[in-house]
């Protein structure tokens, strides 16, 4: 589908990747915008609509829904990473990152699955991560999450087809966000990865590797975990 006249929701839109698919968005002609954040005060109200939202809270979402009636296409951006290990780790992190990165995405396209299908089908866009196909020492919670951010991309593509609704995951490394502020290795900007996402939007793309990293690590999938973490873990210039 096209982006020119197309109404759209963004979660996490008041900065770093959610910012930049708004202003993106914009430039593509966009007919209505919501700008979806926890904090509103900080998304530019120019030319959007901000929805104050949690994604964690069902009856906000609810909420969110009934106000955008007309949306077309869901970007699910919002994302939370605590740095939590699954064995050791505080479990109500764990939780915390579970609720934002997968029951949040799941509990908004639940919601506007029904508004995309009366809308003509639409699309639903994951911002994912290369994350969801291998984890590291203190990335247990988020790998976890976005592995299953991964199966909620697939699965909704499968059950929404019916109706016509296009499903798309984004995979990448690190992004040049507060997220991943001190940590040094390649980033892309926000830029790139918010174009790649809308381009697939455009073009009817299912999955995008955003970067040289994310195309590295879903290459290795086909190895054995020994062989996988080692060749992962050697690119990382770890032991």
């Known amino acids: 589908m096209k982006l020119q006249d197309a109404v759209v929701l963004v979660t996490g839109a008041n900065r770093g990747i959610?910012?930049?698919f708004v202003a993106q968005l914009r430039r593509r002609g966009a007919a209505k915008i919501y700008a979806a954040a926890r904090d509103v005060s900080a998304v530019?109200?120019?030319?959007v609509h901000p929805i104050e939202l949690d994604v964690t809270d069902p009856g906000a979402v609810e909420a969110a829904a009934r106000v955008a009636g007309d949306v077309q296409v869901l970007i699910n951006n919002a994302g939370i990473s605590t740095g939590t290990a699954l064995v050791t780790g505080d479990v109500a992190a764990i939780r915390r990152e579970m609720d934002t990165n997968f029951y949040g995405p799941l509990l908004m396209t639940r919601a506007f699955a029904?508004?995309?299908g009366a809308?003509?089908?639409g699309a639903v866009l994951n911002v994912v991560s290369a994350l969801s196909w291998f984890t590291a020492p203190g990335s247990g919670a988020y790998a976890a999450s976005k592995a299953a951010a991964w199966m909620l991309t697939d699965s909704t593509r499968l059950e929404l087809a019916g109706q016509g609704t296009h499903v798309v995951g984004v995979h990448m490394g690190l992004v040049d966000t507060d997220m991943a502020k001190g940590l040094q290795a390649p980033k892309i900007p926000p830029s790139a990865l918010a174009a790649a996402g809308l381009d697939a939007v455009e073009s009817?793309?299912?999955e995008v590797l955003a970067d040289d990293w994310a195309r590295f690590v879903k290459a290795g999938l086909v190895l054995d975990p020994e062989r996988r973490y080692a060749e992962l873990f050697s690119a990382l210039g770890a032991s």
């Open 18 to 20: 959610g910012a930049e």
């Open 114 to 116: 029904p508004i995309l």
């Open 119 to 121: 809308n003509g089908g």
């Open 44 to 47: 530019d109200p120019d030319g």
């Open 204 to 206: 009817g793309a299912q």
